[in-house]
């Protein structure tokens, strides 16, 4: 019972230590985002998403078609950090420039140069409140 508590305690304390590099990332990409860089922003990505698109311009039609939040976002906060299994979810909350408030689930992965987006998912912003 001890060592569970142990064990308990570490991967609480590991969560947060993440959390800034993670949040870091995707702040990177964002701003990478806003200046039309999609070189930059591209290599915020995870080597299997850089495979998937292959180059920075496919990655900036489905960013700039599919995720015009995260293309031109108004305002972002950050909401929880998750660990489900060996996978670490960073949820963010987007207000568009409209003001329509959308709500994405980033998939992220730790490589050895450090922490890339791994996919975003879109949820349902109606259960949250901004």
Do not use: K
Request: net charge negative.
């Amino acid at each position: 019972m001890i060592f569970g508590l142990f064990i308990w305690l570490g991967c609480a304390t590991t969560l947060p230590a993440q959390e800034a590099d993670i949040q870091a990332t995707i702040d990177s990409q964002i701003e990478a985002f806003l200046a039309d860089d999609f070189e930059t922003a591209f290599g915020f990505a995870s080597p299997t998403l850089q495979r998937l698109f292959g180059t920075p311009e496919n990655f900036r039609n489905m960013v700039t078609q599919g995720y015009p939040m995260v293309w031109r976002p108004g305002n972002v906060r950050y909401l929880e950090l998750r660990e489900q299994g060996a996978t670490l979810w960073q949820r963010v909350m987007i207000t568009d420039r409209e003001g329509r408030v959308h709500v994405l689930d980033y998939r992220m992965l730790e490589t050895e140069n450090g922490w890339r987006i791994n996919g975003v998912q879109i949820l349902d912003s109606s259960d949250f409140s901004a």
